[in-house]
């Protein structure tokens, strides 16, 4: 089985070889490695994706808004990706962002599951049928279980969904009553044994 590091590096070279800069290819090695460690085909969607590459043109998205849709192209996943992480900030005021056409989506879940850990907000990415909840890039939850290729999303969408504990306010009260009873009143005694105590200072 290969080692999370050897994934990285040689996504990263060969991203490099595949034309993109060394500061994107990083990029990209930091995200096959992800997928690969959340049970996710990266390797095999990204080979895919570069032997596409080298007979089809894919369109760069550069400034992401609420709806983005290509022009000819199907958009291409790695140039989205980048400017949707580096841009995160001034999109999380948006609630929805919707894309059309986005080849092999797989390659920009990562970039997606980076961006929910830098605003601290869990974000549902909606490829097609498939859904997947990223959970500040801790977990990913998900009803794509194929290691199978994705070529192509013909809708995508991502949704910022505000934080809110998953339990009610009387769960909360019912186990912080019951944890109260942990806590020990303070007495003399424990006085005199607490750390420090029956020290005499000798200068």
Known sequence: MKSLSEIDTTSKRASRAAGYSWGIAEE???NIR??????L???KNLNDFYKKKKEQRFENLNLISANNKTVKFEFCPIICGTNF???IKSLENLKEIKFEKMA????????VSRASEVIGKRLHLKLDDNNFLLNFNNNICSNFFKNEIIKVANKASINFLENSNLFSENDWKELYKLSENTFVEESDSLK???AGAGLTDND
Request: proline share 12%; hydrophobic share 50%.
């Open 34 to 39: 992800l997928l690969e460690m959340f049970g």
């Open 192 to 194: 005199q044994s607490a």
């Open 104 to 111: 092999y989506p797989l390659l920009f879940l990562p970039f």
């Open 41 to 43: 085909p990266g390797i």
């Open 85 to 87: 992480l580096d841009q």
């Open 28 to 30: 990209v090695g930091k």
